[in-house]
């Protein structure tokens, strides 16, 4: 087997476990003598809580330690290095800059319990932020403080529940896509909820008509993620939020998919009442383990009395203030008020785009993600014929006739140098191959990706045991993913 160019070098499992070794002696730094005599601590805490040495930790020089984290750090792939293809969760370049403004002292160093008047720039730059997500998604207001978007969806449920309570009847369905989010049943589950499922139909949209059958007066909400998770329009919209509308009902948007629609239309302009945005999906900011993650909610002027509090009002002096006094509020959410420094980098991204640079983000986006499928739409299986937005979704139906399947393949991308894309999601799709480039990736890379999938597809068919036995050039090979799952080691232990 020949090994594809962009691959790194291999190294020995065995380096994974420089932690453990060490030498009698070694020290990487010297602690000052402690300043509490240990008689005294040993009245403060039962003697058997205190010990002078951790047994079975190794003993390392400094060039030891350096060398050992800068190694693992090599090994991680991370989207400074190349194309995070995931979709669905839109994993695209954070800019430096946001994070030079993010880490200005003025903003990084502020105490989040500082008073309203020792804070004005930190509070000037979220209300600024508030109604740029306003405008941006044609709504009335917007509350910053969910600190992801799971937890923006719980806000927003959390709301429509505390609107028809406050008209005598919380109700007590939500109805929710069959390719939505698996966190849009949980959250609408956790706000005690009912969750009804309605089908899609043949073009990937949600069924309309089976949707008229299910709503009735017991429903207060129908989350949509438009474009849907499949990255299909939802064209009946409008349609459909007139006949939840109809009945009372609130929609509810999840606004994943956002980075597909700006300057071109607003969730707010066809019907939608709440919506959530992951400022780490559309607006840039770091993602995953480089987060924290961020979910702001924008809601209509009927959700805005629920809005958690504090919300941060413009005083008619110019100055900010926390006001607390909402008798309708659903309370606080998170401590403080939401990822500070999200919104710092998120406000960056949108001042530096402008109105016109977020349009072309959402039409470059588009057109990546469209230039992929025209690239792969014969060597892998199109889930659904309706035109792709943001992101396409292939299958592994073509594949399987050689016993190759979605994983099998995934694992051979990464002998290629790229991260896997979403694979076996929306579950709607077997074997779905989820795959979304973002607006921040060049021809050239996306080329390079089209050339590695082409090539795993020629693989499939000439040699297919060489895909089903990848990865081959990676410094950790395939594991037992069952015995992982089942048998899950959570905790480091001393000798292995």
Same mark, same amino acid.
């Given at each position: 087997?020949?090994?594809?160019?962009?691959?790194?070098?291999?190294?020995? $499992?065995?380096?994974? @476990?420089?932690?453990?070794?060490?030498? *009698?002696?070694?020290?990487?730094?010297?602690?000052?003598?402690?300043?509490?005599?240990?008689?005294? $601590?040993?009245?403060?805490?039962?003697?058997?809580?205190?010990?002078?040495?951790?047994?079975?930790?190794?003993?390392?020089?400094?060039?030891?330690?350096?060398?050992?984290?800068?190694?693992?750090?090599?090994?991680?792939?991370?989207?400074?290095?190349?194309?995070?293809?995931?979709?669905?969760?839109?994993?695209?370049?954070?800019?430096?800059?946001?994070?030079?403004?993010?880490?200005?002292?003025?903003?990084?160093?502020?105490? %989040?319990?500082? *008073?309203?008047? $020792?804070?004005?720039?930190?509070?000037?730059?979220?209300?600024?932020?508030? /109604?740029?997500?306003?405008?941006?998604?044609?709504?009335?207001?917007?509350?910053?403080?969910?600190?992801?978007?799971?937890?923006?969806? @719980?806000?927003?449920?959390?709301?429509?529940?505390?609107?028809?309570?406050?008209?005598?009847? *919380?109700?007590?369905?939500?109805?929710?896509?069959?390719?939505?989010?698996?966190?849009?049943?949980?959250?609408?589950?956790?706000?005690?909820?009912?969750?009804?499922?309605?089908?899609?139909?043949?073009?990937?949209?949600?069924?309309?008509?089976?949707?008229?059958?299910?709503?009735?007066?017991?429903?207060?909400?129908?989350?949509?993620?438009? %474009?849907?998770?499949?990255?299909?329009?939802?064209?009946?919209?409008?349609?459909?939020?007139?006949?939840?509308?109809?009945?009372?009902?609130?929609?509810?948007?999840?606004?994943?998919?956002? /980075?597909?629609?700006?300057?071109?239309?607003?969730?707010?302009?066809?019907?939608?009442?709440?919506?959530?945005?992951? @400022?780490?999906?559309?607006?840039?900011? %770091?993602?995953?383990?480089?987060?924290?993650?961020?979910?702001?909610?924008?809601?209509?002027?009927?959700?805005?009395?629920?809005? *958690?509090?504090?919300?941060?009002?413009?005083?008619?002096?110019?100055?900010?203030?926390?006001?607390?006094?909402? %008798?309708?509020?659903?309370?606080?959410?998170?401590?403080? /008020?939401?990822?500070?420094?999200?919104?710092?980098?998120?406000?960056?991204?949108?001042?530096?785009?402008?109105?016109?640079?977020?349009?072309?983000?959402?039409?470059?986006?588009?057109?990546?993600?469209?230039?992929?499928?025209?690239?792969?739409?014969?060597?892998?299986?199109?889930?659904?014929?309706?035109?792709?937005?943001?992101?396409?979704?292939?299958?592994?139906? @073509?594949?399987?006739?050689?016993?190759?399947?979605?994983?099998?393949?995934?694992?051979?991308?990464?002998?290629?140098?790229?991260?896997?894309?979403?694979?076996?999601?929306?579950?709607?799709?077997?074997?779905?191959?989820?795959?979304?480039?973002?607006?921040?990736?060049?021809?050239?890379?996306?080329?390079?990706?089209?050339?590695? $999938?082409?090539?795993?597809?020629?693989?499939?068919?000439?040699?297919?045991?060489?895909?089903?036995?990848?990865?081959?050039?990676?410094?950790?090979?395939?594991?037992?993913?069952?015995?992982?799952?089942?048998?899950?080691?959570?905790?480091?232990?001393?000798?292995?």
């Amino acid at each position: 087997m020949s090994k594809p160019e962009r691959t790194s070098t291999h190294f020995s $499992m065995n380096e994974s @476990l420089l932690f453990e070794e060490g030498s *009698p002696g070694r020290c990487a730094f010297d602690l000052p003598q402690l300043d509490v005599p240990r008689k005294e $601590m040993s009245e403060l805490m039962d003697p058997e809580l205190l010990r002078s040495e951790i047994p079975g930790m190794p003993e390392l020089s400094e060039v030891d330690v350096i060398r050992h984290f800068t190694r693992l750090s090599s090994w991680n792939y991370h989207i400074d290095l190349g194309l995070y293809p995931l979709g669905s969760c839109t994993m695209k370049y954070n800019p430096k800059i946001n994070e030079r403004m993010a880490r200005l002292e003025g903003f990084a160093l502020a105490h %989040p319990y500082l *008073p309203g008047e $020792m804070i004005q720039g930190a509070l000037e730059v979220q209300k600024t932020l508030e /109604n740029c997500l306003a405008q941006i998604s044609g709504m009335d207001a917007v509350t910053l403080q969910p600190a992801a978007g799971a937890h923006g969806e @719980l806000t927003g449920i959390l709301m429509v529940r505390a609107y028809h309570q406050s008209r005598g009847n *919380p109700r007590k369905k939500i109805l929710i896509p069959d390719s939505a989010h698996g966190t849009n049943p949980a959250s609408a589950a956790i706000a005690g909820y009912v969750v009804e499922s309605v089908p899609s139909n043949n073009r990937g949209t949600i069924d309309s008509g089976e949707l008229r059958k299910l709503v009735n007066d017991d429903v207060a909400a129908i989350m949509i993620t438009n %474009p849907n998770t499949l990255g299909i329009f939802e064209s009946e919209i409008a349609g459909i939020a007139e006949s939840v509308h109809a009945h009372g009902a609130l929609v509810y948007m999840d606004g994943a998919n956002l /980075n597909a629609m700006m300057g071109i239309t607003r969730p707010g302009d066809f019907g939608i009442d709440v919506l959530h945005i992951n @400022l780490h999906k559309t607006f840039t900011t %770091p993602h995953g383990g480089g987060g924290p993650g961020s979910g702001p909610v924008a809601v209509k002027k009927v959700l805005e009395p629920f809005l *958690p509090y504090p919300v941060i009002q413009s005083n008619a002096n110019g100055s900010y203030s926390f006001n607390y006094d909402r %008798p309708h509020s659903i309370g606080k959410v998170k401590a403080y /008020n939401g990822q500070f420094g999200m919104h710092v980098r998120a406000l960056c991204y949108i001042l530096a785009n402008g109105a016109e640079g977020l349009k072309e983000v959402s039409e470059v986006a588009v057109l990546n993600a469209n230039y992929i499928r025209s690239k792969l739409k014969d060597a892998y299986a199109l889930a659904y014929d309706s035109p792709s937005l943001h992101e396409v979704v292939f299958s592994d139906r @073509l594949q399987a006739r050689k016993d190759v399947h979605v994983w099998d393949i995934a694992k051979r991308l990464m002998d290629y140098g790229f991260h896997p894309p979403t694979v076996s999601f929306p579950l709607i799709v077997p074997g779905a191959i989820m795959i979304e480039p973002t607006e921040t990736e060049s021809k050239q890379e996306l080329d390079a990706f089209i050339e590695a $999938m082409l090539a795993i597809e020629k693989e499939a068919e000439q040699n297919p045991e060489l895909v089903k036995s990848a990865p081959h050039t990676t410094r950790v090979g395939r594991i037992d993913e069952a015995a992982a799952a089942r048998k899950p080691v959570l905790r480091w232990r001393a000798g292995g």
